[in-house]
T-cell receptor
Framework: GIQVEQSPPDLILQEGANSTLRCNFS?????LQWFHQNPWGQLINLFY???GTKQNGRLSATTVATERYSLLYISSSQTTDSGVYFC??????????FGAGTRLFVKA | DAGVIQSPRHEVTEMGQEVTLRCKPI?????LFWYRQTMMRGLELLIY????????DSGMPEDRFSAKMPNASFSTLKIQPSEPRDSAVYFC???FGTGVEAFFGQGTRLTVV
């Protein structure tokens, strides 16, 4: 089946720093989402981005479907950005596979 | 809309007992998913419904697990009998159609002792 790899697995940032999270996938996908799981366990939709670039405040994402990767950019990080960031891809119409996540800690 | 609503938020039960988790999808959504999250295996898709019909239950770990969707606004995931290795966070998600943006509930943290 399709493989979804996220990097880095762990990331520690000083508040105010920028970062780039990466998601590689091994096959064609129908769609791709980025989620933030906060310290209370809630999964929050960040982007639905099967291709192209989107921006939402300090966050932006780019998916290059032909090269099978997506990037999530976090600028001017804040302590509230801490948590786990998941990339999830959908294949064959509905099968959604999650990556293992990038665990981010932003220090004050 | 209140989003996907799951209940209970936390459940502690003894091994061998029956556990029922509940989910109310977002109104108008016709696809519903049950996921399980553990440290070892991450987020796994257990079962998927489209228009109340189970489409793929290949992720259900064993026969002790069953899921139903009697109508468009309600689904249950049942474990009978429960075992300590079933301890996990169980998420329900819904979407309008397939291969589109899915929205998750807050999850049910299940502990089987």
């Amino acid at each position: 089946g399709i493989q979804v790899e996220q990097s880095p697995p762990d990331l520690i940032l000083q508040e105010g720093a920028n970062s780039t999270l990466r998601c590689n996938f091994s096959d064609s996908v129908n769609n791709l989402q980025w989620f933030h799981q906060n310290p209370w366990g809630q999964l929050i939709n960040l982007f639905y981005i099967p291709s192209g670039t989107k921006q939402n405040g300090r966050l932006s994402a780019t998916t290059v479907a032909t090269e099978r990767y997506s990037l999530l950019y976090i600028s001017s990080s804040q302590t509230t950005d801490s948590g786990v960031y998941f990339c999830a891809v959908t294949t064959g119409g509905f099968k959604t596979i999650f990556g293992a996540g990038t665990r981010l800690f932003v220090k004050a | 809309d209140a989003g996907v609503i799951q209940s209970p938020r936390h459940e502690v039960t003894e091994m061998g007992q029956e556990v029922t988790l509940r989910c109310k999808p977002i109104s108008g959504h016709n696809s519903l998913f049950w996921y399980r999250q553990t440290m070892m295996r991450g987020l796994e898709l257990l079962i998927y419904f489209n228009n109340n019909v189970p489409i793929d239950d290949s992720g259900m770990p064993e026969d002790r697990f069953s899921a139903k969707m009697p109508n468009a606004s309600f689904s249950t995931l049942k474990i009978q009998p429960s075992e300590p290795r079933d301890s996990a966070v169980y998420f329900c998600a819904s979407s309008f159609g397939t291969g589109v943006e899915a929205f998750f509930g807050q999850g049910t943290r299940l502990t089987v002792v």
